[in-house]
């Protein structure tokens, strides 16, 4: 998507806030962990109920709008997640006995996994025509399990798990260029790397 310019006066009113809000999509370590966990002992399908939700945002309560023309707090969009996997959450296990990835969730899962990761821009418009535009840098998060080789109930006792994240930035301006390159300097810098843990298969279900 092409930059967009700021909206001249007597448009949609503009906050004076360059981005109105940051925010990170996914599954938390513990719910992946608790996924896996039933992986291990045979629940090949454990992760499809896994489900991309809000981790963490900033701010963390809806402040509003600085233009002055409006006094109500532009709150954060709910549905803003959903436009961040646009394919789909699609979380996979690779281990002994892990099903065939589908080639659809292989090519994503490739694009994910590139050294800055997949970005992409959508919109979205509020009821008075104030457009936000969000900036969405996707990314492949990588889990690696060891369990506990005494536990007879763990039929799987190394897998891994890939499961999609997303930093997004939403903003009343499309300063694309500048937010992408914000974003994937916060992937290089935070979030590349591999989280190792190593937790009982019974532990791993009651975190």
Known sequence: ???????PAGDAPVGH?????FFVAGCT???????????????????LDLEAHVIDRFPA????LS?????????????????????????VWEGKGAPVKDPD??????????RNGCFFTFVL?????????????QFLETHEYTFDPDDTSAEIKKLVVKVPKILCILSQY????????YLEYLLRTYYRGVTTTNISANRTTNV
């Open 1 to 7: 998507m092409a930059e967009t310019a700021v909206p």
């Open 17 to 21: 806030h360059i981005v109105d809000y």
């Open 29 to 47: 370590h513990d719910e992946v962990a608790e996924a896996a966990g039933y992986v291990s002992r045979g629940d090949a399908e454990a992760l």
């Open 61 to 64: 309560t809806d402040r509003p």
């Open 67 to 91: 233009a002055g023309e409006r006094g109500e707090p532009g709150q954060f969009p709910a549905a803003a997640p959903i436009f961040g996997f646009p394919q789909g959450f699609n979380a």
């Open 105 to 114: 969730v292989a090519r994503q899962h490739a694009q994910m996994s590139r």
């Open 125 to 137: 418009t509020d009821s008075d025509g104030t457009r936000s535009y969000g900036s969405v840098l």
């Open 174 to 181: 499309g300063y694309f260029s500048v937010y992408q390159k």
